[in-house]
């Protein structure tokens, strides 16, 4: 009886399968909650088909599809432009080697708990701002490396609350231009100048606060806590897209659960 040689399966099989589902995974997380995705999900069914009919040998179907899979890959990369300079910058700024980043992971749920007992205290603190017009700038670190900004401030390193926030936010503060950098539970840039974003088209009444962070969220995976001067409205931003929030209790736990 001849061998059946699909289940002739190597280390090096399964190790190509291992790293797609984690080229996958990553993937998903950078577009999920955009547009993006359904374009993904779109590209990923044609895909799919083309290898069926490979695998059925209907030559006309499969050469019709995998040309038109070659041809629009420069069309991706300008369709995907923001998620893989994203992309990118994740995996360049990925520090797993270092004892720092390997205890991070190892301690997941230890970190994940740290770094969610400071945003009540922001939360709030932008409410009590938002009730007297005071802008603020909060940018909210997660995974990828914010180096490139905290270069543009001050260095700091205090731990949140919010007696710290209000001196730093105060109108007559010489730390009120700009963001501050959270990591975790702990304040690590003042006065930061973040990358302006003007590709993408927001109401007028934003000013520079918010295209700025519209800027850190689009390049990173950072959230942005932002209160505007004019208006005194709080608005979050994950990923590029603006939430505006009445709701403080709701906005506590979207943030954590977007930290976690």
Not at 17 to 43: E, M, P, S
Not at 75 to 90: P, T
Not at 182 to 206: W, Y
């Amino acid at each position: 009886m001849d061998q059946i040689n699909f289940l002739n399966i190597s280390f090096l099989d399964i190790l190509d399968i291992v790293l797609v589902a984690v080229l996958l995974f990553y993937i998903f997380k950078l577009i999920r909650g955009t547009a993006a995705i359904n374009i993904f999900i779109g590209i990923a069914i044609i895909y799919l088909i083309w290898k069926l009919t490979q695998a059925l040998e209907m030559e006309l179907l499969s050469d019709i599809l995998g040309k038109f899979l070659g041809g629009g890959f420069i069309a991706l990369i300008i369709v995907f432009q923001q998620e893989i300079r994203k992309f990118l910058l994740m995996v360049g700024s990925t520090n797993i080697a270092s004892k720092k980043g390997i205890l991070k992971h190892l301690k997941f749920f230890k970190t994940e708990l740290a770094a969610n007992n400071h945003i009540d205290d922001i939360v709030s603190f932008c409410d009590e701002m938002s009730k007297i017009k005071t802008g603020v700038l909060i940018v909210l670190k997660k995974n990828n490396s914010l180096e490139f900004v905290k270069m543009t401030g001050d260095p700091m390193r205090i731990q949140v609350n919010k007696p710290i926030l209000k001196s730093i936010f105060y109108k007559n503060s010489p730390l009120h231009d700009g963001a501050i950098v959270v990591e975790n539970d702990t304040i690590t840039a003042t006065r930061v100048i973040l990358p302006i974003e003007n590709t993408i088209e927001i109401p007028a009444h934003f000013g520079l606060r918010h295209r700025a962070g519209l800027g850190i969220t689009t390049r990173t995976d950072a959230l942005a806590l932002i209160v505007s001067e004019e208006s005194g409205q709080i608005s979050y931003i994950n990923n590029g897209a603006f939430i505006l929030f009445e709701d403080i209790s709701e906005l506590t736990e979207i943030v954590k659960e977007d930290l976690s």
